[in-house]
C-alpha cells in the first residue's frame, strides 16, 4: 500500500490549488493528487469558451448560494489575493469591462499550463477512479491501494460529466457519513415550447430581463443576453435561472419564462414609438419591431399580438397589446438541459457539516472539501464559480493549519 501525508481526489480547478498550497505550506510532506482522467485540469479547459474566466471582482458573498458559508474563504483567499496567487505561478491576467479576469493569452491552456508546472514534489497518479474510501486507524485507505492521514476531496460535481465531473465524489462523501443535497444543473440552457422558440433558433437579444412564473407569481429575474435556440433558450440571463426552474418544477403546474424584450423602454415609450410609427406609415408589418428588437422576434411578438390590420389600421388597443407583448413575450418552459450541457452543480455536501474557516469536516477529523462537491455555487456567469473553486481549494490546501511533517 502506498502511503503519503495528504492526498487529493480531483486533479482540477481546487484540487490542484489545494495541492500547490499545501506543498508550499508544508514542504516536507508528501503529497499526491489522484485523478480519473488521463490528464489533470481538463474542465478548466473548457471555461469561458476555452478562454478561462479566472475570476470577477465584483465577487461578493451574495453572488453564491449559502453565501454566509462560503464568505469567509471568500474573504481570506480574495480576488485580489487568488491572482498574486496566479501571478506566483507565472500566469498574468486582464479584467474586461464586465469585471471578467482572463489569463492575458486569452487561452485557458496557459491556466492549465500555470497550475500544472506548478506540481513538482508533488505526485500525480491519473487515470485513477477512487471508488472506495474508508476511516482507517486515524487516517483514510483509498481503493485499498493508498494510504494517508489528510483527505482534499475535491472531485467537483456532477456538470459536464464528459470533463469529469461525473458526481462519484458524492458518494464518497456519503462513505464517510455526510449529507448531499438534492442536486439540480445550473447555468445550462432551458427548455421551452419548440413551437415558439424554433422560428426564433439564432436570435439573440442582447439585453434582456427574464422571469420564471409559475401560477401567477414571478420568480428570479435575471438580466442579460439570451439566446433562442430551436429547443429552448440560452444565453446567459436564460442559463442563470437553471437551478431555481429545477427547483420549482419539481412541485408541478406549468412555468413560463416572461421575457422584457426591450428593458430599457418604458410601456409607454413603445406605445408613443409604435403611434409614431402608425401616423408615418414608413414600415411593412414584418419590420415594424426593427426599430426595438431583431426582426424575427418582432415577427412572433406580432403573431402572439394576434394583430391583423396594416400599420396605419391599428387601434390603440392593438398598439397597446403588442407593447405587454414585447414587456412580457411569455413561452412555456419544461427544463433544463440537464447535467450534460451544465457548467456547474447546484447543490452538494451540506454546508452544515463543514467548518467554514478550514473546509474541514465536522463530522469526519482530517477530512477536507473544496470546490463544487460542496453545496456552494456562483449563481452568475462570469468568473464566479472558479473564484469559488480557487477560495475553498486554497482554504482546504492549508490542511487547517494543524498538519505536521
Known amino acids: 500500500m502506498k502511503r503519503f501525508d495528504v492526498i487529493i481526489i480531483g486533479g482540477c480547478a481546487s484540487g490542484l490549488v489545494a495541492a500547490i498550497n499545501a506543498h508550499r505550506l508544508y514542504p516536507e510532506m508528501s503529497i499526491a493528487v489522484v485523478e ?107 481503493n485499498n491501494e493508498y494510504r494517508c492521514n489528510y483527505l482534499i476531496t475535491a472531485t467537483g460535481g456532477k456538470a459536464s460529466p464528459s470533463q469529469g465531473s461525473d458526481g462519484s465524489g458524492y458518494a464518497l462523501a456519503k462513505a464517510l457519513g455526510h449529507t448531499v443535497t438534492n442536486l439540480y444543473p445550473a447555468l445550462v440552457p432551458l427548455t421551452a415550447d419548440p413551437a415558439v422558440t424554433k422560428p426564433l433558433k439564432g436570435v439573440r437579444i442582447h439585453n434582456a430581463v427574464i422571469t420564471l412564473e409559475k401560477n401567477g407569481k414571478s420568480i428570479c429575474p435575471a438580466r442579460g443576453e439570451i439566446l433562442f435556440t430551436d429547443s429552448g433558450i440560452s444565453g446567459i440571463a436564460a442559463m442563470e435561472l437553471a437551478a431555481s426552474l429545477e427547483r420549482i418544477k419539481e412541485k408541478g403546474a406549468d412555468i413560463f419564462a416572461v421575457i422584457d424584450l426591450a428593458p430599457d423602454m418604458s410601456r409607454e415609450e413603445i406605445i408613443e414609438y409604435l403611434t409614431v410609427l402608425r401616423k408615418e406609415n414608413r414600415r411593412d408589418f414584418d419590420s415594424l419591431l426593427t426599430g426595438i428588437i431583431p426582426k424575427a422576434a418582432g415577427i412572433a411578438v406580432l403573431k402572439k399580438s394576434g394583430v391583423k390590420s396594416t400599420i396605419s389600421g391599428f387601434s390603440e388597443n392593438e398598439i397597446k397589446i403588442i407593447s405587454e407583448h414585447i414587456k412580457q413575450f411569455r413561452i412555456k418552459v419544461t427544463g433544463t438541459k440537464g447535467f450534460d450541457c451544465a457548467q456547474v452543480t447546484s447543490g452538494g455536501v451540506r454546508t452544515d457539516e463543514i467548518n467554514n474557516e478550514t473546509m474541514e469536516s465536522l463530522i469526519c477529523e482530517n477530512l477536507f472539501f473544496a470546490g463544487e462537491i460542496i453545496d456552494v455555487d456562483g449563481i452568475c456567469c462570469g468568473g464566479f464559480n472558479l473564484q469559488w473553486a480557487w477560495s475553498s481549494g486554497l482554504t482546504a490546501g492549508e490542511l487547517g493549519g494543524k498538519a505536521q511533517c
Do not use: H, M
Not at 475570476?55 to 458573498?61: E, F, G, K, L, Y
Open 36 to 142: 480519473k482522467l488521463p490528464r489533470t485540469g481538463k474542465k478548466i479547459l473548457a471555461t469561458g469558451n476555452g478562454r478561462c474566466n479566472l475570476t470577477n471582482i465584483n465577487t461578493r458573498c451574495g453572488c453564491y448560494t449559502n453565501g454566509g458559508f462560503a464568505k469567509t474563504a471568500l474573504e481570506k483567499y480574495s480576488v485580489e489575493k487568488s491572482l498574486e496567487f496566479f501571478s506566483s505561478l507565472g500566469l498574468k491576467t486582464y479584467t474586461d469591462s464586465e469585471g471578467r479576469v482572463y489569463p492575458t493569452s486569452n487561452t485557458a491552456a496557459s491556466v492549465v499550463d500555470a497550475l500544472r508546472f506548478n506540481l513538482d514534489g508533488i505526485e500525480v497518479i491519473t487515470g485513477e477512479a477512487v471508488t472506495d474510501v474508508k476511516k482507517q486507524d486515524g487516517g483514510f485507505v483509498l
